[in-house]
């Protein structure tokens, strides 16, 4: 098989999958792979008591897996496509658009979508909170109120909250461009940015957002910590292959965060909201067990944890993780990967390029020797220790017998 086969041609897939009516379920720890918390120690997945995944991955094929390629770190978006089989690579797309898919803002043709967050600045206008401090959901509508009052000549604004301090930014009119560099600099200590056109085409565009991040930089003057907002990921919504065609399945994103089920929704699939909880994600999983073959199941907190470097906290969640396993495995899927979409190490309070642990077990998987699920353990599996990210639907979908022979 051709390279490009092998990493972009999803019509290739399509070629060959059935429906069988097996269900697969594809649960991602969001945020899972870590790093030591001492030199020589153990990260926090390796800490973690987790005696239900251990004997998982006695069952499964387990490695590593690379999000996008080798030393590049992934943002969430493209390290779900990863994950749903998209090489992330040739399918990218901005975080507006993916927010706006997850709380089912309707975006119309030429529409520019980008994130939000609300953000604190000092007196001199540096960045000291990429995050305001996390403020509730109820602060977001408060705000987002504010910054609805904002008229920008010549274009029509759309502001709505998405959860916590994150919000979504939409832009409506004529010749509008997605292609505007982000304000946010990724890091505190310094100012926002300017959004700077990537092209010709797009300077008015850039012109208009920097009129619009002006007027709210006023109308948040009084607001601490949500004194200032931040934008990124300006896109327009592009036109891909249909995960359910392309493996032939139903599927389903069961996630509390918006932006999840949005990055679900790009590529087809059904996204059904849940609570805060894994109670009320499991809940679903099962009162939906029989309507769809595909389950994409997310767990979003351990990666704020490590982003703001509370190891004991990411360790505490993924040990609750695991006590739901017997949930998932009392409903016997015939395929269930266990993962993370990226790594998310408490040292660093940030995502990083390091891949992340994967086990895939199945009555076809080729068990290799690792006996526990952790970094160290699984960069002997029979995987490998850095598989590409977008290799490991088609593994599965093999393994659930979706699948046909290639060639005569």
Same mark, same amino acid.
Request: proline share 6%.
């Given at each position: ?19 069988n009516k097996s ?20 990260? &926090?997945?390796?800490?973690? =008591? ?29 390290? =779900? ?14 975080? $507006? ?6 709380? @089912? ?27 305001? /401090? ?7 509508? +408060?705000? #987002? ?14 502001? +709505?909250?998405?959860? &916590? ?13 997605? &292609? ?70 139903? *599927?389903?994103?069961?996630? *509390?965060?918006?932006?999840?089920? @949005? ?5 087809g699939m059904n ?53 739901y396993i017997p ?12 993962? $993370? ?9 940030? =995502? ?25 353990? #699984? ?10 990210? =977008? ?9 659930? /017998? ?7």
């Open positions: 098989m051709s390279d490009e086969i092998d990493r972009n041609n999803l019509n290739f897939y399509q070629e060959l999958a059935e429906d269900k697969v379920v594809l649960m991602v720890l969001d945020g899972l792979g870590g790093l030591p918390l001492e030199s020589g120690g153990k990260t &926090e997945l390796e800490i973690a =008591h987790t005696p239900r995944m251990d004997a998982l991955a006695c069952e499964s094929i387990c490695g590593l897996h690379s999000p996008v390629g080798p030393g590049i770190i992934p943002g969430s978006g493209p390290a =779900h496509l990863g994950l749903f089989g998209y090489d992330p690579v040739k399918y990218q797309v901005g975080r $507006g658009v993916l927010s706006a898919l997850g709380i @089912g803002f309707d975006l119309r043709e030429g529409d520019v979508a980008a994130r939000g967050n609300f953000c604190t600045v000092d007196e001199k206008g540096i960045i000291t909170d990429r995050r305001a /401090g996390r403020i509730s959901s109820e602060k977001n509508r +408060e705000l #987002c109120k504010l910054l609805r009052k904002i008229e920008i000549p010549g274009i029509s604004i759309h502001i +709505e909250t998405v959860k &916590e301090y994150r919000f979504l930014f939409v832009m409506g009119g004529k010749n509008l461009s997605g &292609e505007v560099s982000a304000t946010d600099p990724q890091n505190v200590g310094e100012k926002p940015l300017d959004p700077i056109p990537e092209n010709e085409e797009a300077k008015y565009t850039a012109e208009l957002i920097k009129k619009f991040i002006d007027k709210a930089r006023n109308v948040l003057a009084d607001h601490s910590p949500a004194n200032m907002i931040l934008l990124r990921g300006f896109s327009k919504r592009p036109q891909w292959p249909d995960f359910e065609d392309t493996f032939k399945v139903r *599927a389903v994103a069961i996630a *509390a965060y918006p932006m999840y089920r @949005g990055v679900a929704k790009l590529v996204a059904l909201e849940s609570g805060d909880t894994l109670d009320e994600e499991f809940s679903i999983l099962e009162k939906n067990w029989l309507n769809y073959d595909f389950f994409f199941i997310h767990v979003k907190k351990i990666d704020s944890y490590g982003e703001d470097g509370k190891d004991k906290d990411k360790i505490r969640l993924i040990e609750e993780v695991d006590t949930r998932l495995l009392k409903l016997k899927p015939d395929v269930l990967i266990v993962t $993370g979409d990226h790594s998310t190490p408490s040292v660093l309070k940030s =995502h990083s390029w390091h891949p992340v642990p994967v086990m895939i077990r199945s009555k076809y998987s080729r068990v290799d020797t690792v006996s526990e699920f952790g970094e160290r353990a #699984c960069m002997y599996g029979g995987l490998g220790p850095r598989i590409p990210s =977008h290799h490991l639907m088609p593994i599965a979908m093999a393994n659930a /017998g979706r699948l046909e022979k290639f060639g005569a």
